[in-house]
């Protein structure tokens, strides 16, 4: 049996141990064949070498983390003991803390987590508006909200602007109970959700009735000028080109703006057009007008997600071929199989 004692010292032991060592028990469970004492800004361990090895990655992780950003709640403390992969302590244990976009509640880091994730934010540095189009899951809107996040909290920008198309498939907000605060507030979950993870609830209630965070239907954007503000406008495959030229135009002095979109996803009805890839294109060679396409290798979400957008890009591109090759019967051919 051999014994091993780590030391505590850069970090506060209470913040490392938990209330009533909820902390340290969860770590004695997570290693239930190993010894573990805490005491004082000393754990020890005893038991196997290739257990106590095992254990103290594992608590330096923390410690680093610790080191960082100051507190660690129980769930994070489990998810890096739990974490056996590098995907999962590069998420959690952050190597680069010039990196870090926004530290969120709780101690949480928020930050570009993929080779073109990293690209967007290096191109929303140098660029005023950044054209952002991938699959679902490939974190478009979440590092664009922190993007305008960091600018706020720099004072960069006085307010932040997140807008999105009041459009969903096979709905209609004429259908849904409410007013129309009521109605509309469910298309805009998502941009609420990645808030919520950056910021206090109490000061991300205060930065909403005093209107420096705004989240409202693209259609309220008509006749404003944004000034000094990071504008937002996800979902944008389901802007009309009407819409997105609409859109673009409100771009007022020391503003800029993020559009995220996935062009496999329009819910406009059949008659409608997306204006999304036309105003990409014809603004790629502007200066101060960046682009970057996302795609499955970006997602980091549950790891079948990137397994089922392969799927639909491969059957995609299977009805691609049909339709090239048999033309107007491609449609009766799928409704039939």
Same mark, same amino acid.
């Given at each position: 049996?051999? !014994? +091993? *004692? ?8 209470? /913040?490392? $141990?938990?209330?009533? &060592?909820?902390?340290?028990? #969860? ?50 403390? !489990? +998810? *890096? ?8 302590? /590069?998420? $959690?244990?952050?190597? &680069?803390?010039?990196?870090? #976009? ?73 259908? #849904? ?161």
């Amino acid at each position: 049996m051999t !014994e +091993t *004692i780590i030391n505590l010292e850069s970090v506060n032991p209470i /913040d490392f $141990f938990g209330v009533n &060592n909820g902390k340290l028990d #969860l770590l004695k469970k997570k290693f239930p064949l190993l010894k573990i004492l805490g005491r004082g800004t000393q754990v020890k361990l005893c038991g196997a070498p290739e257990h106590i090895e095992n254990a103290r990655e594992k608590i330096e992780l923390v410690i680093q983390y610790l080191e960082r950003n100051g507190n660690l709640t129980e769930n994070y403390f !489990e +998810t *890096i003991l739990g974490g056996d992969d590098a995907e999962t302590v /590069d998420h $959690f244990v952050e190597r &680069n803390p010039n990196e870090v #976009l926004v530290f969120g509640p709780n101690g949480k880091t928020v930050r570009a987590r993929t080779v073109n994730q990293k690209k967007m934010v290096a191109m929303s540095e140098t660029n005023d508006i950044v054209f952002a189009l991938g699959p679902a899951g490939t974190g478009k809107t979440y590092t664009a909200v922190a993007l305008a996040v960091r600018a706020l909290k720099n004072k960069s920008v006085k307010k932040i602007i997140l807008t999105r198309p009041a459009v969903e498939a096979g709905e209609s907000l004429g259908f #849904l109970p409410g007013d129309l605060k009521e109605k509309i507030d469910p298309y805009l979950r998502p941009l609420y959700d990645a808030l919520d993870d950056m910021i206090p609830a109490d000061k991300l209630g205060y930065y909403m009735t005093t209107r420096t965070i705004e989240i409202a239907p693209l259609a309220y954007m008509r006749g404003r000028t944004l000034d000094n503000a990071y504008i937002i406008l996800d979902e944008a495959q389901n802007a009309t080109d009407l819409q997105l030229k609409m859109f673009l135009t409100r771009i007022g002095a020391n503003a800029k703006a993020i559009i995220t979109g996935d062009m496999t996803q329009v819910d406009l009805p059949k008659s409608q057009k997306s204006g999304l890839l036309k105003s990409s294109r014809i603004l790629k060679n502007i200066n101060g007008i960046a682009h970057i396409e996302l795609d499955e290798e970006d997602v980091v979400r549950h790891r079948l997600v990137k397994a089922i957008i392969k799927a639909y890009d491969k059957e995609k591109e299977r009805e691609d071929d049909w339709e090239r090759e048999h033309g107007e019967g491609r449609r009766e051919f799928k409704d039939r199989r």
